[in-house]
Every structure is written in C-alpha cells, then in structure tokens.
C-alpha cells in the first residue's frame, strides 16, 4: 500500500504494509528519529507530532491516516534549533536524559500556535499528557513562559 | 537531519585512526605516569586509548568515560579536565569514551584509575574526579614544557590562560592549537603534585555556570539513543517473557506465526520466545498472536505483594535475626528503662524504573564478532557479558554506547543486551530488540517491597535512648542502604534487614533504599517529636548537635522555608534530611489536601545540599530537582503489585507516573559552598520525599501516612 503525505514541507510516498503505523514508518522507513516511542497506547506523549498543525500521537495512528496530509516532526520544526521554544530549553536547560522532549516541544508549539499567551493553566492543561521521567517539569514550564515573554 | 547511518559514536579503530593533531595517551592499569605518542603508532597497542585530542585548529576533544542518562555526566567530566589543562571550554568538543575499563573505569572507592565503568551510585563525578584533575594537569604540562623548550625559557616562567601558554615576562603567547603543530612527545610524563593542581579559587569552569553539552541535539531529535540506530539489512526483534519469574515457554501455534508476512523467524529462549520480522508491525503482530503455555513450578508462582506485608509483620514480630546493618550500645537492655516506647510499622509497594525509553539494544553477531549499540549504564560490563555469552574474545566485541534515555538503575543489567545478541546470532543479521512499554513493565526488576519496624525509647528527659529498625522485604542487600542514621547521636542503636525471597525480580532504584528507609526514619522522627510536643526542626537539631556539616544542611533549608513562619491557610508542611552518596540533603515541602478526593497538592518544595565541590552547578540543581520530582512520583502514585506471582501493571494508565499537573508550582534548591571533595548529587534529593510528604500531612489532618504510595483512596479511608 503506497501512502502520499506532506512530511515537514515536503511531499513523501511511502510503501509498507496496510497494518503500518506513522510512528515506525517515521522512524524506522523514514529515518527520522526524533520522533519517539514510549508507551504505544497515546499515554505518554513521546511521539507527540504535528498533523495538520495539531499535536496528535503517532503510535497509536496508521500510516494510511494521513494520506494526502500535512506532517510536522521534531525535525521539521525549524533548522538551527531556532525555534523560540528550541531556544528557551537550551536557555533554561531544560532536558536531562532527553527522552520525551520532541514530544514537550511538538506539544508546546502547538499550543504557542493556537494561543500565543496561554496562561500557567492552560498550559498546564495543554502540556499534562507529556510524561518526563527525569522530571523536568518545573524548566518546562519556565521554557514555556519564558517564549511567552519573549515574544 | 535523516539518522542515516553514521558514525554517531566512535568506534575504537577510527578513533585511533584520526588524522591530525594529538592524541594524549593513557597507559593502562598499574602504570601511574601517562604515556604519550603519536597516535600513528597507537595502533598496534591494544591496552592504549585516550582522554584528549588536540587538533591543530585549536578543537579539544575530550572523551566522557561515564554513560550519559540525563545525569549530565557528558559535560561534567570532560569539564574536570578541561579545567586543570585550562581548555578553551567553546572550543572543547566531547564524545563517548571506547569501552576499556583498564582505562577509564574506576575503583569502587574512586580516587584511582581502572576498574568498573559502571555509571550507578551517583559515583561519576566523585569516582573520577581525582583522576581527570590529574589527567587534565598532565596534558596542560605536556604542553607547557614543549613551550618552554621551544622559547628557550624556564617551565617555571610559563603560565596558562583558556587555550594558551603565556610567559608573562616577554608578554608572549601560544594557541594550543598551534602547539599541537609542533609538540613532541615524553616518553612519560610526572605525576602532578596535588599542590600543583589548582585551588579551588583559581578554577575558572568548575562551581561556574555553562551550559550541558548534549542538550542543543537534545531540542531538535538529533540526539542517537540506542532505539534511534539504523544498520543496512537490519531486522526487527520483539520478544513473549515469561509472566511469572522462572517459567518455560511451549508455543502452540509456531506454524500459523511463521505464516505473518515478514515474519522471518521465531527463536526459542529460556524464558521466552522470540519474533523476527522485516518490520516491528509484523514482529509486533506475531508477539500479540502467539499461543504460549508457560510451564514449570517457581518460587515466583505463590507471590501476592499484599498479603506479603502480613508475612512481614510476622517476622518482625519473630525472634529471628537477619543481618546487622549498625549496632551500638544495647537495644534490649536499655530499652525498659527508657519512660516510654513508642513504635510505628511503615510498609513500600514495589515501583518500578519507567525510564521513558523501553529497554532496546541493536546487535550484529557475525562470524566470531559481534558489534552491539546499546543504551547501558555498565559498558565495559556489557561488553564482557556479550562476550561471554557468545564464548569470544572481549575485543571481538565492538560495544558502541549510545544516550540513555532514562537508566535510574534498570539499564545496569545486561538481559536486554543479550537478547538482541541472541536474536541477532539466530539469524546472521543485524537486530533491533524493542521491549514495548507492557515488556519493560511486566519483565521489570523493582525496588523491593518492604515494612519498617521502628521503636524508639524516650527517657523522662525527652532523650531518645534506644532506636531500633528493622527492615523486612525481598530483595537482599537492596534493603539495606540508608538504614544507617550515623548522623543522629543515639546511644543504642540497632538496625537490621531480614530478608525473605519471593523469586521475583528486584533491581537498584534510584537511590535504592534509600527512598524506603529514609521515609520511615524521617517520618519516625516526627512522629516522636509530635508525641513529645517539640518542634520536629527542634528535635532533629538536637540530634545532630555533633555533626556540624549536617546541621548545617537542616538549618538552611530551615531558613530557606522560613520554618516556624505564617503559612497560607489549608496549608502545611513537613521536613526531613537524608544522606545519599555521601551528599547531605534537607528537605521542606508545603501541601494542602482536597478532603474530597483524598488528593494531596505540593506546592512548594525547598531543599539544602551539602555534595562539597560542586563541579556544574546549575546541572546539579537540576539533578535534585528531578530526583526531588521522581522521589515525589513514587510516593504518591506508583506502586506494582504481584498476584500469584503476575506483576498486575501494563502501561501508564494503570502504572501511572507523575505529571506536570502535579509537579510542584517551584522548587527552590540552595548548594552549600564547600572545598570538600565531591560527592554524589544525582539521587540525594529523592530519599525523603516520603517523609516530607507524610510529615506535612500529619501538620495538616493529625493522622499519619504510614503506606507508600499515599493514593487518594489511602487518604480517604485514613481521614475516615
């Protein structure tokens, strides 16, 4: 089954079978990483990605999902690490082990997108189904506001 | 930014091979002195690698021994000896070190140089700090004295600043990197006299602020974690593990497996089976269709966690005797004439490690090698483990580490190493192994299970005369660490682990017993100065009254909190100390309670640490802010639970993990200044978080916490 999306601005077509999901066809057809896998069943927030601007899971969605779609990975966000979120998590030092933060970041732009000044709950809100385990909590949301500042 | 594949850690031949520039060479084992050669002819020694590269651009290359976890030991070590070789830290590039233990491993006591390199204990930066300065001290030497015979001056009249030999006198000035043009090489090179190492004043990276070196490639996906690996012709591995501790698999429906498209073959192992495929979907698919009948009696087989803690309180109550973790005075004599006994029994469900990346390894077994990318917190470890398994040489074995993705204990075992390589041998191809997050769960090895019996005697002064602790689990020598309370001055003391083995798998966790021990002494503690009516700060004070450093952790964070001062309304709070890797922490948190749902909110926590020379502060703050938030998961959330020997706990939804919901609003973290030498900051903050909790809980309701994890069901039947 060959499936055509839109992959961080540029057209892909992928063939696999009819049982593939996005998040090992990124990663493992595609070769691109960043996007991780940590629980499977959309409870962690690892492989938190953009379709169609949306921060959606991509382990629990089938590659035949997103045909003719727009996707945005960790990689496609933008080059350099010059996002304004990129730059306050190195600013506030923000990952440990470094795991699920595609995920944190993928999931803090989408918000930032829809509403450029969310407040402590909102974001609160928006970033709760991202796990950390290092617990980082505390500089993401100091990552967060500070973007917001910045902006 | 494809993950092709690459060169995303060095392996030893290229290492060794690269052009240019200078290699600084270690000797191995028992031979003290650094050698230094050309690294053209490195290549014939086996025994020989490297700290530091020294390109002639002026790019310092230096080589982190440890696993990198999140703990920040990439940038922490190579900045040890950046400092004393007074590097240029923009232009210093870092990379995992080869896996040769009689090079970069360490002693269990630290200070020297060969042995483990086990990254477990907190034990990094105090382990290797000695010797990096020393290594860092050698190669500044090197090049100063290729300075000083090249200008014609005294060694003596030569000084460094980052990146550059000065003689202070001409005014004139040298680039490393243009030294390393020209340098040539001692045969040896002297030992650094400690009093030419520098002061504590003079160092100029070392207590400063600068940033982590993995974290730019930590925001864009570009960071390489075992998982992330990609080999040509490479093939997928998932694997059924047997649900109670010990038993055999018998699969029945092999033939109607083997018929799943990309399916290419299914291995037989002692406590599973195996499922190669062309992608994961299709080993995933096999995984899930698979018919096993798990056979054999186990140990394992009669295990319920929690009717166990009825079992324990039978043996504490028995005259049985396990093994002494401290003993002074005597307990039994003194006890009857202290004015009053006072005891409490404090019980821990098992937890579990839930590192965000599953276990994983990638292995290539070929004809007599096998070259393996994992995730490991035991390299060299690793490495002879594979080699073992396989019956070939140590140096057939090429081990490239990767990032870790969590390790808090669970990535020290080797099982999901030697899977991928038995996988891998089964079929002649390169292997990704994937644990699912149900695997990583279910075929977990946790922190032990365990109830606390304490009882303390109080003289009529309101003295605590006797103190006795008995810690009754599984899991062995797990139990037995933080037990000890060397830090209280209490005449009679004992302290002691009686172990019964349940035949499931447990495993060191984050500050292994620490968390458990510590919550119940901390807890004890304030349950005594409740009943005698003093502050719990009071109480404590006075106990430690001998023991200055400690009391100088209690007293900041005492202030830090303002301990004793107005706090909101339906609020309260709670404090504790603990020691951890030889560091000393202090702890305040602020709660309030939705009497409703039985769910407790901290807002605030503060904590004091005392881990004398702290090498990357701000690292080390997150390092106890995280340890303070995992500490925090596991008292109130996490607990896995054994019927008949099953681990009952599939995923997060009902394993579930703190979020940002219930992160604290602000931790605030003080460092102690200290020129003592470094100790281990990666765990001290999590072991009394338990307490801390339960302690303010008690401020706020007058009932007390005694169960681990405090869930708002426990709460609600507490408050009645």
């Known amino acids: ?151 | 930014m494809e993950n092709e594949l690459k060169e995303n850690t060095i392996s030893r031949r290229k290492f060794l091979k690269r052009s240019g520039g200078l290699t600084f060479l270690v000797a191995g084992i028992g031979i003290p002195a650094f050698v230094w050669k050309k690294e053209e002819s490195a290549e014939n020694n086996v025994q020989i690698s490297a700290w530091v590269h020294l390109s002639t651009d002026g790019t310092v290359t230096i080589y982190n021994p440890a696993a990198e976890m999140g703990q920040g030991t990439m940038t922490a070590l190579p900045a040890i000896i950046a400092e004393e070789m007074d590097a240029d830290w923009s232009k210093v590039k870092i990379e995992h070190s080869p896996v040769e233990p009689k090079i970069y491993g360490i002693p269990w006591g630290g200070g020297g140089r060969g042995g483990s390199m086990l990254t477990v204990g907190s034990r990094s930066v105090s382990g290797h700090f000695e010797n990096l300065r020393q290594s860092g001290a050698q190669v500044r030497f090197v090049l100063m004295s290729n300075v000083a015979e090249k200008w014609g001056v005294n060694i003596d009249e030569l000084e460094t600043q980052p990146g550059m030999v000065i003689h202070p006198k001409t005014g004139k000035k040298i680039s490393y990197g243009e030294i390393a043009s020209f340098a040539k090489f001692p045969e040896e090179i002297p030992e650094i006299p400690t009093n030419k190492l520098k002061k504590v004043s003079e160092f100029r990276l070392i207590g400063k602020d600068f940033q982590r070196y993995d974290i730019p490639e930590k925001v864009n996906g570009s960071a390489i974690y075992s998982i992330d690996i990609q080999v040509p012709n490479m093939v997928y591995g998932m694997i059924n593990r047997s649900p109670v501790n010990g038993t055999k698999p018998e699969l029945n429906n092999e033939a109607e497996l083997r018929k799943i498209p990309g399916v290419i073959e299914i291995v037989n192992l002692d406590y599973g089976i195996g499922f190669i495929a062309n992608s994961i979907e299709a080993a995933q698919q096999a995984k899930y269709t698979a018919d096993i009948n798990w056979k054999g009696q186990t140990k394992a087989d009669n295990h319920n966690s929690q009717s166990a803690y009825k079992e324990y309180e039978t043996l504490a109550e028995s005259g049985n005797s396990g093994s002494m973790v401290a003993s002074s005075g005597d307990f039994s004599r003194e006890i009857p004439n202290t004015r009053k006994v006072i005891q409490a029994d404090y019980k821990n469900d098992y937890v579990y490690h839930a590192q965000m990346e599953p276990l994983n390894a990638v292995a290539w077994v070929k004809d007599g090698e096998a070259e393996v990318w994992a995730g490991t917190q035991g390299t060299d470890g690793a490495r002879s483990a594979i080699a073992n398994h396989l019956g070939i040489d140590f140096k057939a074995v090429n081990l490239h580490p990767c990032y870790l993705g969590g390790g808090f204990g669970r990535r020290s075992m080797n099982d999901f190493v030697l899977e991928a390589v038995d996988l891998s041998k089964a079929v002649n191809l390169p292997v990704k192994l994937i644990w699912t997050r149900t695997d990583d769960i279910q075929f977990g090895a946790f922190r032990p299970i365990s109830l606390q019996r304490l009882e303390a005697g109080i003289d009529a002064s309101g003295q605590i005369k006797a103190w006795k602790h008995v810690v009754v689990g599984t899991g062995g020598g797990l139990l037995g660490s933080g037990a000890d309370i060397p830090f209280y001055d209490i005449p009679n003391k004992h302290i002691e682990v009686r172990n019964i083995d349940h035949g499931v798998r447990t495993k060191h966790w984050r500050a292994v017993g620490h968390g458990p021990n510590k919550f119940a002494i901390e807890t004890f503690v304030d349950e005594i100065a409740i009943d005698q009516k003093t502050d719990p700060l009071e109480l404590r004070r006075q106990l430690m009254k001998n023991h200055p450093r400690e009391l100088k952790v209690l007293e900041t964070v005492a202030k830090m909190s303002d301990w004793g001062g107005k706090i909101p309304q339906g609020r309260a709070r709670g404090i504790g100390f603990a020691e951890r890797s030889d560091s000393l922490a202090a702890g305040v948190c602020e709660i309030s309670l939705d009497r409703k749902s039985g769910k407790i909110k901290v807002h605030k926590i503060w904590c004091a640490l005392d881990a004398g020379i702290v090498v990357h502060p701000d690292n080390a703050k997150a390092q106890v802010e995280g340890s303070l938030v995992m500490g925090l998961s596991s008292v109130m959330l996490e607990s896995i639970t054994f019927e008949n020997g099953e681990v009952q706990q599939n995923n997060f939804h009902d394993y579930p993990i703190l979020r940002m919901e219930d992160a604290p609003e602000r931790i605030d973290i003080e460092i102690i200044p200290s020129i003592e030498r470094p100790t281990g900051i990666g765990e001290a903050g999590l072991p009394f978080m338990g307490a801390i909790v339960s302690n303010a809980f008690a401020s706020l309701t007058g009932k007390r916490l005694r169960h681990m994890p405090f869930t708002p069901e426990k709460v609600l039947e507490l408050l009645g």
């Open chain 1, 1 to 151: 089954m060959t499936t055509s999306f839109i992959l961080n601005g540029k057209k892909v077509e992928v063939t696999a079978e009819s049982d593939a999901i996005l998040l090992w066809t990124l990663r493992e057809r595609l070769h691109l990483t960043g996007t991780k896998y940590g629980c499977g069943i959309s409870q962690c927030g690892a492989c938190t990605i953009h379709l169609d601007g949306n921060p959606v899971k991509a382990c629990i969605m089938p590659l035949s999902a997103v045909e003719g779609k727009e996707v945005t990975t960790i990689e496609g966000l933008s080059h350099n690490n010059s996002h304004p979120l990129q730059k306050s998590w190195i600013s506030e030092q923000v990952p440990q082990c470094g795991y699920c933060h595609s995920g944190q970041i993928m999931q803090a732009a989408a918000l930032l997108k829809k509403n450029p000044k969310p407040n402590r709950d909102e974001i609160i809100k928006h970033m709760n189904p991202v796990l950390c385990r290092c617990g980082t909590y505390t500089r993401i949301m100091k990552a967060i506001e500070k973007t917001i500042q910045n902006s």
